[in-house]
């Protein structure tokens, strides 16, 4: 649970930092915008399945504003915090079924989906630093271990 825990700090650590920097680039960079809007909705998506609840109706691909992403980073932390906290190590096996955004349905071990969660943010912030060199701004970086080296 510690590792999955220490992921999801990371997560917010890392949303904090990408925000930050869209914040104050100086220039609005609408694609880096709208990825950062996909990881943002996708967390949501994923806590709305991970306790039990329809996630059908929630965007995925949808660009929000920079100030209704703070509202989401904030809010995502504290959706994933009270979960962790509550999830024990026997529970992280534990299948669920749901529905993606296309209405197929699926059955993933909550670790799995959690796991995903970390990786696919991830991997959208490493296109966002993408983007960032190409408009001559500074990537930030969020590699897990400057997180870890933060003591954050």
């Not at 590792?3 to 920097?21: G, P």
């Not at 993933?108 to 993408?130: C, E, F, K, M, P």
């Amino acid at each position: 649970m510690e590792t999955i825990q220490n992921m999801f700090k990371q997560v917010h650590w890392a949303n904090l930092r990408i925000l930050e920097t869209l914040q104050n680039g100086g220039v609005e960079n609408k694609q880096a915008n709208y990825l950062f809007s996909h990881i943002l909705h996708a967390e949501n998506v994923w806590f709305t399945r991970l306790v039990g609840a329809d996630s059908s109706h929630l965007p995925i691909w949808e660009e929000v504003s920079l100030e209704s992403c703070a509202e989401m980073v904030n809010q995502n932390n504290h959706n994933f915090t009270e979960f962790l906290s509550t999830l024990s190590n026997t529970e992280l096996d534990q299948i669920l079924t749901y529905k993606n955004s296309s209405g197929s349905q699926f059955q993933s071990s909550i670790r799995d989906i959690l796991t995903h969660v970390a990786l696919h943010g991830q991997y959208h912030r490493g296109q966002i630093n993408q983007l960032l060199r190409a408009a001559e701004l500074e990537p930030i970086n969020v590699d897990y271990i400057m997180f870890s080296r933060s003591g954050s």
